[in-house]
């Protein structure tokens, strides 16, 4: 019996034995807390600076990347001045090998805002102004329009630039026009009327001996102001044109399927959306040289999906072939499998296709890209087929870093009024015409020639954030002669 114990006895202590010598003692003990390898790290910064491309300065800290690193840029370029989120490991000596890198916010970001100027730099232009609650930054290379105009506190400034991690905007267009001189248009119901005061909508309308008042003004009739706002926001009337009460505008939507010509008048066959017990299958319309044809989103060719505004042909034009005459027409939805141009700001970038302004636009072997390095955030003017699927096949796109515009063109097309779009095809082998945003602000500089269609002209202009090419100038430029 002895001899049993002392044979289990001596068993147990060369178990114990083995063991003590094939299990590690940080492994008998339990976990390392601190095991060892290159610890996980997380962190947000701005890229101060990118000593080379393997090596970056993010917020004091040295961030190594290498062949695996990935770099998300769909919120912008990663570049000097962009808050980025990066996950790595820590080398030894500190520096963090990336794993990944995120652009949480670009180092700018396109503004444009309109506010009365509170201060400007004393001894000139050049320096920082306050505009509204913003701090403006104006250099040498930013645009002041009027030219030659003398910029004072109280005007209103229409600014447009870029916002930088400093929290300033800094102006590449800066657009001044005197408090007086911002031009309103609205419409409604007149509330009240007497020789020097009207009230439309609830805006008191002031009466100057050179208003100019179309129509008789009734309660209750509806008004067409366009004047001065002023600073109690009130306006002082230029024109007021009063509507007749049978000339309420009918409108509608439908398809284009007809046209009588290409040219003015015109009568367009449009299919309403609407229930046919109240319109007809097909609504003929006049179109005449006054009528207003929004084409931002693409032309007006048959299969168009419009917008229109009408009125009845006994009260706007008297021998016409349709019942209704058009005022306003807008394209909602251009023809499918047809060639269309629009701008925006790029969304996605992915190597078959870009996402524009919602449109999934595809990039071939024969879509020509030019201007600045494609990013999203950056503007791009798009020309292409739009298919029926709604995706565009580009055959052209022009990427632009700034909002600010500035080409030699010529003009093919001209709204007869403003507001309204000038169809203006820039210089240059490709076939592309860019719709162009004119407005009473518009300066319109005639002095080599009426800016009439054919017309070589100077386009200064910014690329809104809808996409909406807003003219500040237009030159005519001398003829050349041979």
């Known amino acids: 019996m002895k001899r049993k114990a002392v044979r289990l006895l001596t068993t147990l202590v060369l178990l114990a034995t083995l063991l003590t010598l094939v299990v590690p003692p940080a492994l008998a003990e339990g976990p390392d807390p601190n095991p060892p390898g290159n610890p996980q790290v997380s962190f947000r910064g701005v890229i101060e600076a990118k000593v080379t491309p393997r090596e970056w300065k ?72 306050k505009v509204g609650q913003e701090i403006v930054v104006v250099t040498a290379d930013t645009k002041i329009l009027p030219e030659g105009v003398v910029p004072q506190v109280g005007d209103i400034a229409n600014v447009i630039g870029v916002r930088k991690n400093d929290n300033k905007v800094y102006a590449r267009l800066i657009q001044i026009r005197k408090p007086q001189q911002v031009i309103v248009e609205f419409t409604g119901p007149i509330e009240r009327f007497s020789d020097t005061q009207w009230v439309v909508r609830g805006v008191t309308v002031a009466i100057t001996p050179d208003t100019v008042i179309e129509g008789t003004p009734e309660v209750g009739r509806i008004a067409e102001v366009r004047g001065y706002l002023q600073p109690d926001r009130s306006v002082i009337a230029i024109r007021i044109k009063v509507r007749e009460p049978q000339q309420e505008p009918v409108s509608f939507q439908g398809i ?34 006054s009528t207003t ?102 055959s052209h796109i022009t990427v632009m870093d700034v909002l600010v515009l500035e080409f030699n063109g010529v003009i093919r097309t001209k709204s007869p009024a403003l507001p309204g779009f000038w169809m203006i ?29 054919g017309a070589h002209v100077h386009v200064l202009a910014h690329l809104s954030s809808s996409g909406r090419i807003v003219a500040h100038k237009i030159v005519v430029l001398p003829a050349v002669t041979e």
């Open 58 to 129: 993010v917020s004091g800290k040295t961030v190594l990347l290498n062949d695996q690193t990935v770099v998300l840029e769909q919120a912008g370029p990663a570049e000097v001045g962009a808050t980025v989120q990066v996950n790595g490991t820590v080398q030894q000596g500190g520096a963090v090998l990336a794993r990944l890198i995120k652009v949480l916010r670009p180092a700018t970001r396109p503004v444009q805002f309109t506010a009365p100027i509170r201060e400007l730099p004393s001894g000139g232009v050049i320096g920082e102004w």
């Open 256 to 289: 284009i399927v007809s046209k009588s010509n290409d040219g003015f008048p015109s009568v367009w066959g449009i299919r309403p959306l609407t229930a046919v017990e109240v319109f007809p299958n097909i609504i003929n319309v006049t179109v005449t040289i």
């Open 293 to 394: 044809i929004d084409e931002t989103k693409g032309p007006a060719g048959i299969g168009a999906l419009v917008h229109v505004t009408t009125l009845p042909a006994a009260v706007s034009l008297a021998g016409t072939d349709s019942v209704l005459v058009a005022r306003h027409i807008k394209v909602l939805r251009p023809p499918l499998n047809q060639e269309i141009t629009f701008a925006g700001p790029i969304e996605e970038i992915h190597p078959e296709f870009w996402i524009v302004r919602g449109f999934r636009v595809l990039i071939t072997s024969a879509t020509v890209i030019d201007g600045d390095t494609p990013a999203v955030g950056k503007m791009a003017i798009v020309t292409g087929i739009l298919r029926t699927d709604r995706v565009v096949e580009a």
């Open 425 to 453: 095809a820039p210089d240059g082998p490709l076939p592309v015409i860019l719709p162009i945003w004119v407005t009473p602000d518009t300066v319109i500089d005639e002095t080599a020639g009426p800016a009439n269609v």
